[in-house]
């Protein structure tokens, strides 16, 4: 079994930045994804990390502003987030999954609670 903690969300005006972290315990070498749900919007994939973070993929709405990356020795992926809009506004949710990392949730076996971020113009 699988557990994940994201934290590090918070209020953020926009233009700043936010460093996310998703905290595995159990069985956790798999690829990880980043997804975000902004209220009444489906989830949206952000990013995704393979399991010894040789591939990286982010959306088109976050390349060049997010990084993802992660420390295996930790059990920890982050998701700095610089130049935030106020469309970031969203629930942000680590996921990991033992199959092929995609920008689909429904790949993804294993889910975190999610952490708020909240970005004001």
């Known amino acids: 079994q699988v557990q994940l903690v994201e934290s590090g969300g918070g209020l953020v005006q926009a233009g700043g930045s936010l460093r996310l972290s998703c905290a595995a315990s159990?069985?956790?070498?798999?690829?990880v994804g980043w997804f975000r749900q902004a209220p009444g919007k489906e989830r949206e994939f952000v990013a995704a990390?393979?399991?010894?973070?040789?591939?990286?993929t982010y959306a088109d709405s976050v390349k060049g502003r997010f990084t993802i990356s992660r420390d295996n020795a930790k059990n920890t992926v982050a998701l700095q987030m610089n130049a935030l809009k106020s469309e970031d506004t969203a629930v942000y949710s680590c996921?990991?999954?033992?199959?092929?990392?995609?920008?689909?949730?429904?790949?993804?076996?294993?889910w975190g609670q999610g952490t708020q971020v909240t970005v004001s113009s």
């Open positions: 996921a990991l999954t033992y199959a092929k990392a995609t920008r689909n949730p429904a790949s993804y076996n294993f």
């Open positions: 159990g069985r956790t070498f798999g690829n």
């Open positions: 990390i393979t399991s010894i973070g040789s591939s990286v």
